[in-house]
């Protein structure tokens, strides 16, 4: 990525007219991500913007670039602490995505994210509803990458609202995927999720069993680094606690 962002700087410096603006936004896209990694939020929302700037959306080259730009945006903006703000922006976004492309993936990844900033701004309800919907989806479009995040947050929806039974449906369905994916690092917090739903189905047993198998997907993909550590002995703690009681 260094080596990378030295040349996505250098094709910037070195930008003539006649460069198309797609492969103008797309370099800023790829130094927003950058930056948006290392931590450094003022750049990162520098070139999103550009980025954005740079497409026309009354252009139909533009118009799929232009709307996964605008996700991208949102997603920032929720990450910031704006979700009020990304709830609006999603929800025409939606509605565009719809019209322009039918209930396609993308539609199904805004339908995620929407039900996210809804939990992130409190509106449970509201998430749910999104969750519902993303998961009709899914129950009747052959959708091939990305449903495992997205049975996350349905598990995430449900648990929230202490809907313990389809919380560990749903949460159970995202695990799986993850691992025959052996995307086992990015499954850890979704178990860490499932053993807290195990604990308050009074499921001690196969929550330790979770949380033992979480600890060594972690130690095995981060060493000594602490990785998901914290998370995961806090719910190691919830569970004695609450097994001790009983």
């Known amino acids: 990525w260094e080596e990378a962002t ?15 603006p797609k492969n103008k936004s797309n370099v800023r896209m790829n130094l927003y991500i950058y930056y948006n990694k290392k931590g450094n939020i003022d750049e990162a929302e520098k ?25 991208s945006l949102y997603f920032f903006l929720s990450e910031k602490g704006y979700a ?7 929800l025409k976004l939606l509605n565009d995505v719809e019209k322009e492309f039918g209930k ?10 929407l039900s996210r900033s809804y939990n992130q701004n409190g509106e449970d309800n509201e998430a749910l ?10 129950e009747n479009k052959n959708i091939k990458s990305g449903t495992e995040t997205w049975y996350a947050q349905i598990g995430a929806s ?15 369905k995202s695990i799986e995927i993850y691992k025959k994916t052996k ?14 739903t195990k604990i308050g189905l009074t499921k001690y047993q196969e929550a330790e069993n979770i949380l033992k198998e979480a600890e060594n997907f972690n130690f095995n993909y981060h060493g000594d680094d602490p990785g998901f550590k914290i998370q995961i002995y806090s719910m190691y703690l919830g569970l004695y606690a609450k097994s001790n009681k009983n």
Do not use: C, R
């Open 104 to 113: 396609s993936d993308f539609f199904g990844e805004i339908l995620f994210l």
């Open 47 to 71: 070139y999103l913007y550009q980025a954005i700037n740079l497409l026309n959306p009354e252009n139909p080259h533009h118009k799929s670039m232009y709307y996964y730009s605008l996700s």
């Open 84 to 90: 009020y703000d990304a709830i609006k922006g999603y």
């Open 158 to 172: 449900y648990a929230v609202l202490n809907n313990n039974q389809n919380a560990e449906k749903y949460f159970e």
């Open 129 to 138: 509803k999104y969750s519902e919907k993303l998961l009709n989806l899914l």
């Open 6 to 20: 030295k040349i996505f700087h250098e094709i910037i410096n070195n930008e003539t007219n006649n460069i198309l």
């Open 183 to 196: 995307n086992y690092n990015n499954a850890i917090p979704t178990m860490v999720s499932l053993a807290a």
